[in-house]
């Protein structure tokens, strides 16, 4: 975005002496008077630079108000219209499965490819450019047991990997952000993905796909929040200690009932420690229980409208009643899957159709509860017209042919899930300075430990 070259006043100008190596002393005087003129030098370039980078981060942060005061004029043609929109507020993706996509191509060897090149299905760095992308969700994904040749038996209890394997997608989410960090950079906070964003990084959060993921515990759950991942998506495709899951394309025979008396705790210790709660995956219950107890702003990191494609992994309506930021409703955002089978019968998945479950979305909840989560990556195959993130400005110019202003397109590309961040983030700091304690509770099939009072309770 802003070019400050914020890295090149750390490397040392031409025309510095090096003493260590000088050996003719005789030319010292003048090698000090050219030092000198270089540090005069060199101070005037460092000041220029920090005052264009500090220019660059206000204007920033002005351009993302005035997206807020909808008062910027687009021009008519609608492809223009999206990149104007995109230079001030560039996609923010709830879903982006780039860590399974190096798992299961190159088993976590980020020496086997070059993402500067066209290494996987949907995403590379030349296409996350040109799709205008600012910052992503990397989904440190590992499957469910049984989806993995692996029983964790009726209760959840008997070991399986999953702790393991996601330790090894946040170390190769980690690894990638690090080695192309020219591109990539690790955002903790609203703050971060903005201040990244600001300076032409793409934002990088990471988020767990799955309480399955979490070994029964919500100790892991915190560990996995030290390690930075910022959401944890309550079940995939399988039922778990904590919660019911929704299923693929139709519901499955529920185990709790929604959520499980730990499910409960595990969301109220993600309140406290500022974790998003994901419900895309969910069961409707679970979904509806979880908004009924969250005291912070949630997610659907990637799901679409059941009224415009009715499948289970989709949400239904009378969800989609309970969030809003009037009396009474949950603040959240639904980022839209653009997985074909979710979207639409097969082979009618278009870029026209994912736009559709964006605007039945918005007008049921309102446009400020309305994201992208493409799932890219993650997905077999994708919508015509959505082959991969360099699509996005496209999906972008649709809706501003549908009549959505520059204040709502960035909302929908990245305003609104910084809003539920930042309200999370919000909610944890109160809870932390009102004195909530860690949850202590056990799941009660463990045996391992002693069972003490306290037992997870409804
Ligand atoms: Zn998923």
């Known amino acids: 975005m802003s070019s400050n070259g914020e890295r090149d006043p750390l490397l040392g100008l031409a025309g510095e002496s090096n003493l260590a190596r000088d050996t003719n002393l005789g030319d010292l005087a003048a090698k000090d008077e050219k030092r000198h003129r270089a540090t005069k030098v060199r101070a005037v370039v460092y000041g220029v630079l920090t005052a264009a980078f500090i220019a660059g981060v206000i204007s920033m942060a002005l351009l993302w108000k005035k997206m807020g005061r909808d008062d910027i004029v687009l021009p008519k043609d609608p492809q223009e219209a999206a990149q104007r929109v995109l230079d001030i507020a560039p996609v923010i993706d709830g879903h982006i499965d780039l860590p399974e996509y190096a798992r299961t191509t190159y088993a976590n060897n980020i020496s086997a490819f070059d993402l500067n090149g066209v290494v996987s299905k949907h995403v590379d760095i030349p296409r996350l450019r040109k799709g205008r992308v600012g910052g992503f969700f990397w989904s440190v994904y590992t499957a469910c047991p049984a989806h993995a040749d692996l029983d964790d038996g009726e209760d959840f209890i008997n070991a399986t990997w999953r702790v393991r394997d996601t330790l090894e997608q946040i170390d190769v989410s980690k690894l990638l952000i690090e080695k192309y960090s020219d591109t990539f950079e690790l955002a903790l906070t609203s703050e971060d993905a903005k201040s990244a964003i600001s300076r032409g990084k793409i934002a990088s959060m990471l988020g767990v796909e799955g309480a399955h993921q979490l070994g029964n515990s919500l100790a892991v759950l915190r560990q996995y929040y030290d390690l930075g991942v910022r959401y944890a998506t309550l079940t995939h495709m399988c039922h778990n200690a904590f919660a019911d899951s929704g299923g693929y394309l139709v519901p499955m025979e529920p185990k709790w009932g929604g959520l499980s008396p730990l499910g409960r705790v595990l969301v109220k210790e993600m309140n406290r420690l500022g974790m998003l709660v994901d419900l895309s995956h969910t069961s409707d219950d679970t979904a509806r229980q979880a908004l009924e107890i969250t005291k912070a702003p949630l997610i659907w990191s990637h799901s679409s409208a059941r009224s415009v494609h009715n499948v289970a992994r989709n949400v239904p309506d009378d969800i989609l009643e309970k969030i809003g930021t009037t009396e009474g409703k949950v603040d959240a955002v639904i980022m839209v899957n653009f997985a074909p089978q979710f979207v639409a019968k097969p082979g009618k998945a278009t870029l026209h159709v994912v736009a559709d479950h964006i ?38 110019a649709e809706l501003y042919a549908r009549g959505w202003t520059g204040y709502e397109l960035a909302g929908l590309t990245g305003r609104n899930v910084l809003r539920i961040m930042e309200g999370a983030e919000r909610v944890a700091a109160e809870l932390k300075a009102s ?4 949850a202590m509770e056990l799941y009660d099939k463990r045996n391992d430990l002693p069972q003490g009072s306290l037992k997870a309770e409804l």
Request: proline share 7%; glycine share 14%; net charge negative.
């Open 435 to 438: 004195g909530a304690q860690p």
């Open 359 to 396: 605007e039945y979305l918005a007008n049921r909840m309102g446009k400020a509860h309305v994201g992208l989560g493409s799932d890219y990556d993650g997905i077999d195959s994708v919508p015509e017209g959505l082959e991969d993130v360099s699509k996005y400005p496209d999906l972008i």
